[in-house]
Antibody, heavy 114, light 110 residues
């Protein structure tokens, strides 16, 4: 069974940084593109970033480009999202998503507030 | 930029059939795969349709997906509606490999 477990969320002040992690299991991690998707409270889904199986292709949504960095460690079956210079508009649930037959984690909440 | 438009809300009675549309802004939606996600209140999204019409294991065949090139739209059809189908539904596709989501449709089963 595919499992994606996010961690690292919490309350952070504007301008600070946070690193999210996603531990994957139940599938061959390095076979798949991995994705981060976020959802602000009461709002719709927003694609944040994608990374190919070998990290050769990385893409970012316009709202996070230049501030967020996606990475992965295939040896640890883990996905990461380094978030810098956070603003209140980054407040959201952040979901780790597996490509292919798409599977979702349960999400981790990031709150940016002073 | 390619965008997807969904109705904000739909409603129908239990046992009936409903179709939710997802219309592409430009370019052929038929040339890109479309996924559909269900999100119940307080829960993470789950995939109910991928690659236009395929269902992950465990998703009942009451859920089906299709593409209509003439209207440049994708559709999610749910037959035999149940109260448990009440949720938000999102379509998703691609724009130059970037993910694009529709705004979501709230389904009320009453």
């Amino acid at each position: 069974e595919v499992q994606l477990v996010e961690s690292g969320g919490g309350l952070v002040q504007p301008g600070r940084s946070l690193r999210l992690s996603c531990a994957a299991s139940g599938f061959t991690f390095d076979d798949y593109t991995m994705i981060w998707v976020r959802q602000a409270p009461g709002k719709g889904l927003e694609w944040v970033s994608s990374i190919s199986w070998n990290s050769g292709t990385i893409r970012y949504g316009d709202s996070v480009k230049g501030r967020f960095t996606i990475s992965r460690d295939n040896a640890k079956s883990s996905l990461y999202l380094q978030m810098n210079n956070l603003t209140p508009e980054d407040t959201a649930f952040y979901y780790c998503v597996k490509g292919g037959t798409i599977a979702w984690g349960q999400g981790t909440l990031v709150t940016v507030s002073s | 930029n390619f965008t997807l438009t969904q109705p904000h809300s739909v409603s129908e009675s239990p046992g009936k059939t409903i179709t939710i549309s997802c219309t592409g802004s430009s370019g052929s939606i038929a040339s890109r795969y479309v996924q559909w996600y269900q999100q119940r209140p307080g829960s993470a999204p789950t995939t109910i349709i991928y690659d236009d019409y395929r269902r992950p294991s465990g998703v009942p065949d009451r859920f089906s997906g299709s593409i209509d090139s003439s209207s440049n739209s994708a559709s999610l059809t749910i037959s035999g509606l149940k109260t448990e189908d009440e949720a938000d539904y999102y379509c998703q596709s691609y724009d130059n490999s970037n993910w694009v989501f529709g705004g979501g449709t709230k389904l009320t089963v009453l």
